[in-house]
């Protein structure tokens, strides 16, 4: 068995906040310097976290125009969390395409069970029609939640995701920088735990889910 590997969350919050995802709507994404939490080497797709995140204080809009608490709507529940946005050509997409596969390899009842959020860092073309029809093409049940910048930004920050406001370039295409890293709380604590890359493949996903809707460590 690979062993698992773990961080103070403080020192990885730091991280979180430096490493951000180029995504626009061309070309491929691309890293800012990423600052060594640990000298141990990843030896699986699971950081499992010494000093877990309180899952962030944020209200938005879903997808049907309502609010959404996310403390209170995902209470108890087996939460996955991940900020992106639907214009991004690359990570975003295949970040939600990966977790819609594992899900679909569960039973049904503990699919039920999970709830898998997806946070837009781009509030101002994904309105909640069109992260609705992006989102569904994923997986019908997931949740897309959408509202002002700033208090987006600041919910992301509240679990070490740092995000910008995305930005128009010369040749009119848009690049927004955001963390990729899903973050997976557990039922039991409602406390974020464990942190996945955006390296995680649909097979590592599939493998941790059983785990993470327990409650346990994968």
């Not at 991280?15 to 070309?27: F, I, N, P, R, Y």
Request: hydrophobic share 35%; net charge negative; with cysteine.
């Amino acid at each position: 068995m690979r062993n698992k590997k773990t961080v103070l969350a403080a020192a990885f919050a730091a991280v979180a906040a430096l490493t951000l995802s180029a995504c626009g709507d061309s070309g491929s994404p691309a890293d800012s310097p990423v600052a060594d939490v640990s000298a141990d080497t990843k030896t699986k797709a699971a950081t499992v976290l010494d000093q877990p995140f309180t899952k962030p204080d944020l209200v938005l809009t879903d997808t049907h125009g309502k609010t959404y608490d996310l403390r209170e709507k995902t209470k108890g529940k087996p939460t996955l969390i991940y900020f992106g946005y639907t214009n991004c050509p690359d990570v975003c997409p295949l970040t939600m395409s990966n977790i819609a596969l594992a899900k679909r390899a569960l039973p049904a009842a503990d699919q039920d069970k999970l709830q898998v959020v997806f946070v837009t860092t781009d509030p101002e073309r994904d309105t909640p029609a069109s992260l609705g029809s992006w989102l569904k093409a994923q997986d019908p049940d997931f949740t897309g939640l959408t509202g002002d910048f700033p208090t987006i930004q600041a919910g992301a920050r509240q679990i070490g995701i740092g995000i910008d406001a995305p930005k128009k370039e010369k040749d009119g295409s848009v690049v927004s920088m955001h963390g990729s890293q899903v973050i997976a709380f557990s039922p039991k604590t409602d406390e974020g735990y464990v942190l996945y890359s955006e390296d995680t493949t649909a097979d590592d996903y599939t493998k941790d889910l059983p785990e993470l809707i327990e409650g346990k460590n994968p």
